[in-house]
């Protein structure tokens, strides 16, 4: 089983949707989610961090973590053809180095 | 943009060369972290260096070397190339400060192998 699962679509949705994107985990000592962005040929860029269960909110961004059934997801509303690219979950392993441990990614496509 | 650069960009090599891949820092990061990326998955860790020693590794095979500089740049060395390595090449960059650190990703270095 994987450390980290997320499915990788592709998933496709029409401008101004309300997109969900969810990821789990098996590794209950985890306390670090993070979300990242990557469009095509380009390197992971941090969208969001959160580190309690709960939600966090940035502009049209929402992170939500429910640490008791290792789950984690992003919201985005009022989506836009620019949120076009692939979004990767990412857990914090602090056991020895700090490394990050990634889902597979999901490839979001925003039509307009 | 994140302030962490790789070169090259690209490279193409055949089974069995060697290659070496840079990465710069952030300015006042001391701890670099390597990524490989293969088409359609997430970024798996490979190793980290703090302050210019190996700080953990990932399961990679020791073909797989690297190198911290006191001015906190990397380079990333493969060895005895197989197609299997061919994959975006991820460096990242981050300081940390004694309990969570945020990792701040470079562009990449794409190496094909033939």
């Known amino acids: 089983q994987k450390e980290v699962e997320q499915d990788p679509g592709p998933l496709s949705v029409p401008e101004g949707a309300i997109v969900s994107l969810n990821c789990t985990y098996s590794?209950?000592?985890?306390?670090?989610f993070m979300w990242y962005r990557q469009y095509s040929r380009k390197g992971p860029e941090l969208l969001m961090y959160t580190y309690s269960s709960g939600n966090k909110e940035d502009g049209r961004f929402t992170a939500q973590v429910d640490k008791s059934s290792k789950y984690i997801s992003l919201f985005i509303r009022d989506s836009q053809p620019s949120d076009s690219a692939t979004y990767l979950c990412?857990?914090?392993?602090?056991?020895?180095?700090?490394?990050?441990?990634f889902g597979q990614g999901t490839r979001l496509t925003i039509n307009p | 943009e994140t302030g962490v650069t790789q070169s090259p960009t690209h490279l193409i090599k055949t089974r069995g060369q060697q290659v070496t891949l840079r990465c710069s820092s952030q300015?006042?990061?001391?701890?670099v972290s390597w990524y490989q990326q293969a088409l359609g998955q997430g970024p798996q860790f490979i190793f980290q260096?703090?302050?210019?020693?190996?700080?953990g590794r990932g399961n990679f095979p020791p073909r797989f070397s690297g190198l911290q500089f006191p001015n906190y740049s990397s380079e990333l060395n493969v060895n005895a190339l197989e197609l299997d390595d061919s994959a975006l090449y991820l460096c990242?960059?981050?300081?940390?400060?004694?309990?969570?650190?945020?990792?701040?990703f470079g562009p990449g270095t794409r190496l094909l192998v033939l």
């Open positions: 990412a857990i914090l392993s602090i056991q020895g180095a700090q490394k990050l441990v």
């Open positions: 990242a960059s981050s300081f940390p400060r004694g309990g969570s650190e945020t990792q701040y």
């Open positions: 590794n209950s000592a985890f306390q670090y």
């Open positions: 260096y703090y302050r210019e020693e190996e700080n």
């Open positions: 300015s006042g990061h001391n701890t």
